[in-house]
């Protein structure tokens, strides 16, 4: 075997893995913080993805040449709004639902997500869509190489990879070390003790929304101006990818989401490029279903002892 | 009111912000055409919406509280209409019958469809609706049935008559097997699960191109009648049904004839449906939904009580996908995408969850109402999501909610009184 082969394979199996993790992270707070699947988060990252391209298109149209100034400010646009969406999700369709039966949050979920995705095919039509390339450029090692014996990065590889790791820095910063986390923290562990003793309980369940549907905006953006084209239905099986790494990372833990992403990501990688890519899709969910079926705790997570 | 002005404002002003970007900016090409009225529109709808939505919602509150009382008269007042539910049924099938004669070819086929909607809404009922188990995944039992008798005859000749019951059987087996492992888990597991499941056939099918013929699907023949088959000349020394019976030949007799067997199987499906919803095992399947550890210390055990609603609901699914092979004569992977499954759960859903009659107006709603409003075409989806939504916010039970089968002491109602002893009081 190819040893370069093997390590470009690591390579793009990485990358992959950390927009999986970026968005895992959305699945694992919710489903920490209130024990439900967010069907509708594979939307949210969709939305996202569809508002990278109208940001860069309005910058176009202001004429903002700046390539820092149109990345940031798309960014914090898109991060901005997305969270909008989730936080409106959550607030519309799950809130109500706190105290009713256990489907119903999650039929809710579904048919938020039918929502959403018949809501951007309305509006903006079902072809195809695309963003221009921004970033183009190569890493090559070893750089003085002739026949196909390297490894190649893509500035914008290296830029998702380094942003996946800061934006989930950050997370973890504000989960652990602020006031604010430590709310998280507290109604994840006892949402009702955590109430009685002054945690705005319902505030904090939407921050948990917000900073979801924000993850899943910088992996929006990051994929779509690497892959350049994206439709209505990506945000299905982004969703569903990004589950499986939640619950491969144990679901619950943030740190157990992103090792999830890298493992799924790495995994599906070297199954595309060793044995199928046909089936990689095939191989993902099987990894899901075989993981949900004999450690459904994940690599990371506790086992979840049910109370009466 | 200044409070509720406030927050109608607030409301209205996320609405503006949500809509502007994504229905105010159309993206084209590399470009941007702006819509500015829609954004003002959406959210002006949303702004004004909202006064009546809020009365709605805090009406239905305090009547959901005081519903308790409603019931109790309605109920006493039952067994002077059981002669209603009786007529009921032999209208509902008076009408069935006469159906294809008053429909032309399209709308009988429209019907059929219906009709196998209501099948597979039946299914997905006892799984979702009775025993409370979110099966995301339910397609892939109705491609096993429909696979199985397109495979089935592509390969071994296999009749549609022996691939009914091998399709349900089989698709009952895929259910167990998938079923057995997961349900042991936490109950939102199983939803992702079978949805994984359902993509993991698709792409199966979409991809063994050898054995399935891929995206290309592979057809299958109409059902005979005895031996008797339903075309013009029959192949191979086989007897036309026209000839047989002297009559003269009429392409409309397939399609009746395949309406009327679907009528049939979903009577007895109705029927069984009844009469198991009434058994022991219907009773656990719906005390286990409602509460499962209050289930389990009475010993039941909730592996083998769910596995049997999953199973049985993935044989129904199997039978439907049979008949949906036979109705359109060719099966490909594009029948069975995730949308189908959300389809079939919006039937159960938006019929009342457990109900039964529920199921057959939605399934028909929702399969004729799209036939004959396809200038909205566009919009159905969305209807369909908005609609489920809804729902759970409404009733998230299910219809029925307060209908269970109850034991009533006889001396109480002669008396007058409502049976005060076995009321469901939630």
């Known amino acids: 075997m190819d040893l370069y082969i093997l390590a470009q394979q690591w390579v793009n199996g990485l990358v992959l893995g950390s927009t999986y993790g970026l968005i895992a992270v959305g699945y694992t707070m919710v489903y920490g913080i209130i024990g439900m699947i967010n069907f509708a988060h594979g939307e949210i990252y969709m939305i996202a993805a569809y508002l990278t391209a109208i940001f860069l298109a309005l910058f176009g149209l202001l004429g903002i040449q700046s390539l820092p100034v149109v990345l940031l400010g798309v960014l914090l646009l898109t991060v901005f709004f997305t969270a909008l969406y989730g936080w409106s999700v959550e607030r519309v369709a799950y809130r109500p639902l706190r105290h009713s039966t256990r489907l119903a949050p999650l039929i809710s979920a579904i048919g938020i997500s039918l929502i959403l995705q018949n809501y951007i095919r309305i509006s903006q039509g079902a072809r195809n869509q695309g963003v221009p390339p921004l970033l183009d450029g190569v890493f090559r090692f070893p750089s003085d190489s002739l026949d196909q014996r390297f490894i190649q990065i893509t500035y914008l590889q290296s830029l998702i990879v380094v942003v996946a790791l800061l934006s989930m820095a950050l997370l973890t910063w504000i989960i652990q070390r602020t006031a604010l986390g430590r709310a998280c923290r507290a109604t994840q562990q006892d949402r009702v003790m955590a109430n009685l003793l002054g945690v705005h309980t319902d505030r904090v369940i939407s921050l948990v929304f917000v900073m979801g549907a924000a993850m899943a905006a910088v992996a929006g953006l990051l994929v779509t101006l690497n892959y350049g084209s994206f439709d209505f239905y990506v945000g299905f099986l982004m969703g569903i990818k990004a589950f499986t790494a939640a619950v491969l990372g144990g679901i619950g833990s943030l740190p157990g989401a992103m090792l999830g992403g890298v493992v799924l990501g790495l995994a599906e990688s070297f199954f595309a490029g060793f044995v199928n890519s046909d089936y990689k899709d095939v191989f993902a969910f099987s990894i899901l279903i075989l993981f949900l079926v004999f450690r459904p705790n994940g690599l990371l997570g506790v086992p979840e002892v049910e109370k009466v | ?426």
């Open chain 2, 1 to 426: 009111m200044g409070h509720s002005w406030r927050t109608a404002c607030w409301v209205g002003l996320v609405a503006l912000l949500l809509f502007v970007p994504i229905t105010g900016l159309v993206l084209s090409g590399y470009g941007l055409q702006l819509h500015w009225q829609r954004p003002l529109w959406l959210a002006g709808a949303v702004f004004l919406g909202y006064w009546p939505f809020v009365w709605l919602w805090n009406r239905w509150r305090s009547g959901s509280q005081s519903s308790s009382r409603t019931a109790q008269s309605g109920h006493a007042a039952r067994p002077g209409r059981a002669w209603q539910r009786p007529l009921g049924i032999a209208l509902a099938l008076l009408l069935a019958l006469l159906l294809p004669f008053l429909l032309g070819k399209y709308g009988l086929g429209v019907v059929t469809l219906a009709l196998i909607y209501i099948l597979l809404g039946l299914g997905l009922n006892i799984v979702v609706g009775l025993a409370g188990l979110l099966d995301l995944g339910f397609v892939a039992f109705y491609a096993v049935g429909a696979y199985t008798y397109a495979l089935g005859y592509h390969y071994f000749h296999m009749s549609f008559w022996l691939a009914l019951p091998l399709g349900a059987l089989l698709a009952a087996c895929f259910g167990m097997v998938l079923g057995f492992p997961v349900l042991r888990l936490h109950g939102d597991y199983l939803a992702i699960v079978t949805l994984g499941f359902g993509e993991i056939i698709r792409l199966i099918l979409n991809n063994w191109v050898s054995l399935t013929g891929g995206p290309n699907g592979v057809s299958a023949p109409f059902p005979t009648l005895f031996g008797l088959e339903f075309s013009r000349r029959a192949k191979q020394g086989g007897v036309p049904l026209h000839e047989f019976l002297g009559i003269d030949y009429s392409a409309d007799h397939r399609a009746i004839f395949l309406y009327l067997l679907l009528v049939l199987v979903v009577c007895t499906m109705i029927y069984i449906l009844v009469r198991l919803k009434r058994m022991p095992i219907g009773r656990t399947w719906e005390a286990l939904r409602e509460n499962e550890i209050a289930c389990r210390s009475l010993g039941i055990n909730h592996v083998t009580v769910k596995l049997s609603a999953f199973g049985l609901g993935a044989l129904v699914g199997g039978l439907g996908g049979v008949f949906f092979a036979a109705l359109q004569g060719f099966v490909n992977p594009t029948s069975f995408t995730f949308f189908e499954s959300a389809h079939i759960l919006a039937i159960v859903v938006l019929g009342g969850m457990g109900s039964t009659t529920g199921v057959i107006v939605a399934a028909l709603f929702l399969t004729v109402l799209p036939e004959m409003l396809r200038d909205f075409a566009d919009y159905r989806v969305l209807t369909v999501g908005i609609a489920m939504v809804l729902m759970m916010l409404w009733r998230p039970r299910g219809l029925r909610q307060r209908r269970r089968p109850v034991f009533q002491i006889p001396t109480a109602v002669a008396s007058g009184q409502a049976g005060v002893g076995g009321r469901d009081d939630r």
